[in-house]
């Protein structure tokens, strides 16, 4: 597993453990970084899509608002288009 794969892994136990704490702007980015190689990654979403999608990631800063939005365009969206 690469390094920053471990990274993000942390970062996410962390979130788990306590919801409510506060993230560093390295942690955000962090996780931001990962969730566009993996939407980068994923052939299921269509162009309209991963550019709407980079558009959340580029706007967020806070992994929970952002999860919302994308739980949001992914039910109210096609997101094969």
Same mark, same amino acid.
């Given at each position: 597993? =690469?390094?920053? $794969?471990?990274?993000?892994?942390? #970062?996410?136990? +962390?979130?788990?453990?306590?919801?409510?704490?506060?993230?560093?702007?390295? !942690? #955000?980015?962090? %996780? +931001? &970084? $990962?969730?566009?190689? #993996?939407?980068?990654? *994923?052939?299921?979403?269509?162009?309209?899509? +991963?550019? &709407? $999608? +980079?558009?959340?990631?580029?706007?967020?800063?806070?992994?929970? !608002?952002?999860? &919302?939005?994308? %739980?949001?365009? %992914? *039910? =109210?969206?096609? %997101?094969?288009?």
């Amino acid at each position: 597993m =690469s390094d920053k $794969f471990l990274e993000f892994l942390k #970062v996410l136990d +962390k979130m788990l453990k306590c919801p409510q704490l506060t993230l560093t702007e390295a !942690e #955000v980015e962090l %996780i +931001k &970084a $990962f969730l566009e190689q #993996v939407l980068d990654n *994923n052939p299921n979403y269509g162009l309209q899509t +991963k550019q &709407a $999608f +980079k558009a959340m990631l580029d706007m967020s800063n806070n992994p929970f !608002e952002l999860y &919302a939005q994308l %739980i949001t365009y %992914i *039910n =109210s969206h096609d %997101i094969r288009l």
